[in-house]
């Protein structure tokens, strides 16, 4: 069950794309031992735009339409997890977050359809059913209104 906490609502964050790759699985462990960290999609964006594109975090918390401290809070606890997962040998997932696509392959043109945040499959949207009560058939996953605002919990 969700934990409801008081205060303001989490906020959508701008992502530019879907990952490629959701998983990084270490070498040299067993997968009867493998234990994982998750990341969401939200943090890998962040890491993407700090770390991968140098850019200041004033500039890529503008990017990802939210505050200053907002991308460093998120960033921290990417760092943390990667981190963690590399020191104590845990794999790597990405899935999840509250985000919002601006561009790439969440672009808003053309018909609308649901997509799965986990392996990417998308399907035409139908006309008053919600994306999120559908399951990805390739995956499980949940799926989310293309080039919306949605949350994923995993």
Request: aromatic share 4%; proline share 6%.
């Amino acid at each position: 069950m969700k934990n409801i906490r008081a205060g303001r609502p989490v906020s959508c964050r701008c992502v530019e794309d879907l990952p490629k790759v959701t998983c990084f699985n270490p070498e040299g462990v067993s997968p009867s031992r493998l234990e994982s960290v998750v990341i969401s999609v939200d943090e890998l964006e962040a890491l993407r735009l700090g770390d991968k594109m140098g850019l200041y975090q004033a500039d890529a918390a503008a990017r990802m339409r939210i505050s200053r401290q907002t991308f460093g809070r998120i960033i921290e606890s990417a760092h943390k997890k990667v981190a963690e997962a590399i020191v104590e040998g845990k794999s790597i997932c990405i899935a999840g977050g509250h985000v919002e696509a601006h561009s790439g392959p969440f672009g808003t043109s053309g018909p609308e359809s649901c997509v799965c945040l986990g392996c990417g499959y998308e399907n035409p949207h139908l006309d008053g059913i919600p994306c999120r009560i559908e399951l990805c058939p390739q995956c499980g996953g949940a799926l989310v209104r293309k080039g919306r605002s949605s949350s994923v919990d995993t």
